[in-house]
């Protein structure tokens, strides 16, 4: 068996590891991979990429540091990022973002009760602003009133 | 009977406000009703405001309904939209819509148009051709032809795509490079992933094309992960491409072996910056490189490459299709051809418009615009992304180009305008310039990853009251030493933004409030 408790399976992560030749090179590729299949990057994934693709550990832990995408905490089940950049600045993302945090009753880049909310710098939808992002899908023109009907919508499926 | 044609974008802008739903409600009616349709979904004209945009091609000719939503279907179809009956949402010809027929579409003239993933929709409006003329005048001619029609990177350095592609070209190496840079961080801007989601065949084109120039036979194309919808149909456009030997080896019997990858970038917008993608490309940190070497010279994996925009490498097809000297007949100065701008933020009617260089920033934002989507007046217009200025409005009669802008301070950058209104407190949008650098600086030089930390602290101060005159010396002293000694664009043009406020806004400290999410 090997899972673990925290849903992380090697022999899986070899899977994904192997189908992109172990090249080092396809190292942020295959994070992508992993954070589909596993929903964060563990300490463990770590060690094993670490080996499988013959890296250092710190080399993976900095490429994992570096790049916004790469959660090492277990996220919510529904992700939320509001773009925070300056098209959507100009259409009121600011307040938009407080009015999440309240009614969420979440700061950003924290998780609580299933969601996890997270400010985002441009969706490229700003002829669309304010913009957000709920579980990979982009939305345009939210305003409170549409927030809250998105986040109404999310339910409990995935 | 032929089936009647409806097309319902499948592009990022127009899903984000219920395309999707429109296309499912737009089948199950037909379905319902026993009328026979073919649904397409095209790319979108750019017209973004009017999104969703059906159309029904009615005797060849295509009627647009805007801001079409799922509860209109059914009296659309009552109308008798599939012959162009009349209705509250219809528009018109799209080909009669204003916004859309005053453009100066070179690079953009098949999106929308065109069922994006279709090979066939794509030759039949002239796809291929300007590969299929490369491969008979011979690479040296295309480069040539690059250089004739004064192309610059349109990812916003600006530098001519004709030099870059010659140094590649006239490098000895055993393996040479294109990649296309599609990790459109500046806040404002869509163009590359219109393009890609509308007309990805046509950047497919532009990279077979540079590597045929250069002598390149593999080609990465490193797109942001905030894009998932244009990274399912670009993938889906390689397969196709490669399905019809249009990408591989031999490509259509010219000898000339070419293939793609696609990469995703991870939430960084420093690998936006050529250097930091290339080590991204390569797997690592996205941490800026010295140069020389240029990436021309020494670029991915070491080896001579081309670093070019989408919109850049999109723009070649035609050039070479229809001749470097037709592009250089558009524009202005140095600043030859179009710029696909894009009208964001605080504006009316918000999109893409592909113009020759040298309308003016009001033209583009009060007749294409249409003003502020508030109602209220433009206070200022922050052109070319985070690291562009702030124009205020008493300049709004600058041309866009390249020159006029560097004139005022400005840059046009990848052709993002982004406006705001008079209720804008700008100390803040200073305030913002510098946190953003904190946040994605890639921390390799100090003046960068210190330097905006400590801007932010200067400006907190400065809002509050605090010394107010000894800081904003301070402030501006910061700006040089991040302007003089950073390594790249990030902390080298953070303090554009930030001096503009300084220079047009400055009442703007002693009103300002701290920043929002504090």
């Known amino acids: 068996m090997s899972m673990t408790s925290n849903g992380y399976d090697s022999s899986v992560a070899s899977e994904i590891i192997a189908s992109f030749d172990a090249k080092p090179e396809l190292l942020i590729q295959i994070l992508h991979q992993f954070l589909e299949r596993f929903t964060y990057i563990s300490k463990d994934a770590i060690r094993q990429l670490a080996s499988e693709l013959n890296l250092s550990r710190a080399e993976v832990h900095g490429v994992v540091s570096f790049y916004h995408d790469f959660r090492t905490e277990p996220p919510g089940k529904h992700i939320v990022k509001i773009c925070e950049a300056e098209a959507c600045q100009a259409m009121g993302s600011r307040q938009l973002s407080e009015h999440a945090q309240s009614t969420l009753g979440v700061d950003m880049h924290q998780t609580k009760d299933d969601v996890t909310l997270e400010p985002v710098y441009c969706l490229g939808n700003c002829a669309c602003s304010p913009a957000v992002m709920i579980d990979g899908h982009t939305y345009g023109r939210v305003d409170a009133k549409r927030f809250d009907e998105l986040i109404g919508s999310m339910g409990g499926e995935k | 009977m032929a089936h009647t044609r409806v097309y319902v974008p499948r592009e990022t802008s127009a899903v984000s406000v219920g395309a999707d739903d429109v296309a499912i409600a737009i089948a199950r009616q037909s379905k319902e009703k026993g009328t026979e349709i073919e649904l397409i979904r095209n790319g979108s004209w750019g017209a973004t405001w009017l999104e969703p945009l059906v159309e029904v091609e009615v005797d060849g000719q295509r009627i647009a309904y805007g801001n079409v939503t799922p509860a209109d279907i059914e009296s659309l179809f009552d109308s008798d939209f599939l012959a162009g009956g009349a209705h509250e949402r219809r528009l018109g010809p799209t080909q009669e819509i204003e916004y859309l027929i005053t453009q100066d579409r070179w690079t ?25 003329k490369a491969f008979e005048i011979g690479s040296e001619a295309v480069v040539d032809a690059v250089h004739e029609s004064g192309l610059r990177g349109r990812g916003g350095a600006g530098f001519p795509t004709g030099i870059k592609w010659r140094t590649v070209a006239d490098t000895d190496a055993d393996q040479k490079y294109i990649t296309c840079n599609a990790d459109e961080g ?262 960068c990853r210190i330097g905006s930390v400590r801007g932010v602290e200067v400006i907190d101060k400065m809002i509050a009251g605090e010394d107010r005159d000894e800081n904003y010396e301070l402030l501006v002293d910061l700006c040089d030493t991040m302007e003089d000694a950073s390594l790249c664009a990030m902390g080298g043009m953070t303090p554009y933004p930030v001096r503009s406020v300084l220079k047009y806004f400055a009442e703007d400290f002693a009103s300002g409030t701290r920043g929002a999410d504090e």
């Open chain 2, 108 to 132: 953009f003239f098949r999106v929308g148009l065109i069922d994006p993933l279709s090979v066939d929709s794509y030759t039949d409006h002239n796809g291929f051709k300007g590969l299929q």
């Open chain 2, 186 to 447: 500046d806040s404002g801007t869509f163009s590359d992933r219109m393009l890609m989601e509308g007309d990805p065949m046509c950047l497919i084109e532009g990279m077979i094309i540079a590597g045929f120039a250069v002598g390149a036979s593999k080609g990465y194309v490193y797109l942001r992960a905030e894009y998932p919808l244009t990274h399912r149909i670009f993938l889906k456009a390689v397969e196709l491409a490669r399905d019809t030997g249009w990408l591989g080896k031999n490509i259509k019997d010219s000898g000339f072996d070419f293939d793609i990858e696609v990469h995703l970038g991870a939430g960084s917008y420093i690998c936006g910056e050529e250097t930091a993608m290339l080590e991204s490309l390569e797997g690592k940190k996205g941490i800026v490189r010295y140069r020389p070497p240029l990436p021309a010279i020494e670029g991915l994996f070491g080896k001579p490459t081309v670093v070019n925009n989408v919109i850049t490498l999109a723009s070649v097809p035609n050039i070479i299709n229809l001749g470097g000297e037709r592009y250089a007949g558009f524009g202005q100065n140095r600043s030859k051809g179009t710029l696909a701008f894009q009208l964001a933020g605080n504006i009316k009617r918000g999109g893409l418009v592909e113009k020759a260089f040298g309308i003016s920033l009001r033209e583009m934002i009060e007749e294409y615009g249409g003003g502020t989507a508030s109602g209220r007046p433009v206070k200022a217009v922050q052109v070319g992304g985070p690291l562009g200025a702030y124009v205020p409005a008493e300049q709004l009669d600058t041309p866009l180009d390249y020159e006029a802008f560097l004139d005022i301070g400005a840059m046009l950058g990848h052709g993002g305008i982004v406006v705001f209104d008079d209720l804008t407190n700008m100390a803040q949008q200073a305030r913002f310039a510098m946190e953003f650098c904190a946040i994605e600086s890639c921390g390799k030089c100090t003046p």
